[in-house]
């Protein structure tokens, strides 16, 4: 499955990242060691930032409110959220049922939060990110990378996605996490979030499905609507 990453404080992952994550490429390790021993990397990080922010706020869809929802195991747009899914399953080639029900359960526990889509106060859309540690990933220097567990929103209207993931850039960039990372073998969604800044990084997720649970038609892998959430995937970036 496709992995990309977006950096809401770029400053903080060049301080942080260490030097053998930074590939193998010794013109790119040399690089964040002069930046971060000179004192560059906040510089570049910040000028990194602003560029990201002018990019997703052009993407941002007239009318579109974000509200934010920390508690799911009570969230009252349940109801709401299976309406949305009845509309929008027949766009939506192969994937898990995504109604209320299952977003109350799967998403309950408080490391999780909910970004709403709404326009005109209807529910048009959501998406679930996972608290990073507080200590950040060990394994790159402390950086506080939050998994987007879930993204739903109509097909047929990719600029509430857009909106969705510009409201998680903010979020992120106020101090909820370093970076985002986005996993799933949806192309449409994938070309959306490169559009947006998002960077591709080395996949170490696979999609894994039973014949039996799939009709005599098997949709093909970039068709799946899947994300690190159906697979708990999410728990352990």
């Keep these: 499955v496709p992995n990309l990453v977006y950096f809401t404080r770029p400053g903080e992952v060049l301080r942080r990242l260490p030097e053998d994550?930074?590939?193998?490429?010794?013109?790119?390790?040399?690089?964040?060691?002069?930046?971060?021993?000179s004192g560059l990397a906040r510089?570049?990080?910040?000028?990194?930032g602003l560029g990201l922010q002018?990019?997703?706020?052009?993407?941002t869809a007239a009318?579109?409110?974000t509200p934010l929802v920390t508690d799911l195991s009570r969230w009252a747009a349940s109801a709401e959220a299976d309406a949305l899914w009845q509309r929008c399953a027949a766009g939506i080639e192969a994937g898990l049922v995504r109604n209320g029900a299952r977003v109350r359960w799967r998403f309950r526990d408080p490391r999780y939060v909910l970004l709403e889509a709404r326009r005109r106060g209807t529910l048009v859309g959501w998406i679930v990110l996972r608290r990073p540690d507080d200590g950040g990933s060990e394994?790159?220097?402390?950086?506080?990378?939050?998994?987007i567990a879930d993204l739903m929103f109509d097909p047929a209207?990719?600029?509430?996605?857009?909106?969705?993931l510009s409201a998680a850039f903010r979020i992120g960039r106020q101090g909820f996490a370093d970076a985002l990372v986005l996993s799933t073998p949806h192309t449409p969604t994938n070309a959306l979030a490169r559009?947006?800044?998002f960077q591709s990084m080395s996949g170490n997720l696979h999609l894994v499905v039973h014949g039996s649970l799939l009709a005599s038609v098997r949709p093909?892998?970039?068709?799946?609507?899947?994300a690190r959430g159906d697979g708990d995937a999410d728990q352990s970036f």
């Design 63 to 65: 009318g579109v409110d």
């Design 21 to 37: 994550a930074a590939g193998a490429s010794r013109a790119r390790r040399t690089l964040l060691r002069l930046l971060q021993r």
């Design 54 to 59: 002018a990019r997703a706020a052009v993407a």
């Design 139 to 147: 394994r790159l220097g402390g950086i506080r990378v939050a998994p």
């Design 43 to 48: 510089v570049s990080g910040a000028l990194l």
């Design 157 to 164: 209207e990719p600029e509430i996605a857009e909106s969705l």
């Design 220 to 226: 093909p892998f970039e068709a799946w609507w899947h």
């Design 195 to 197: 559009r947006l800044g």
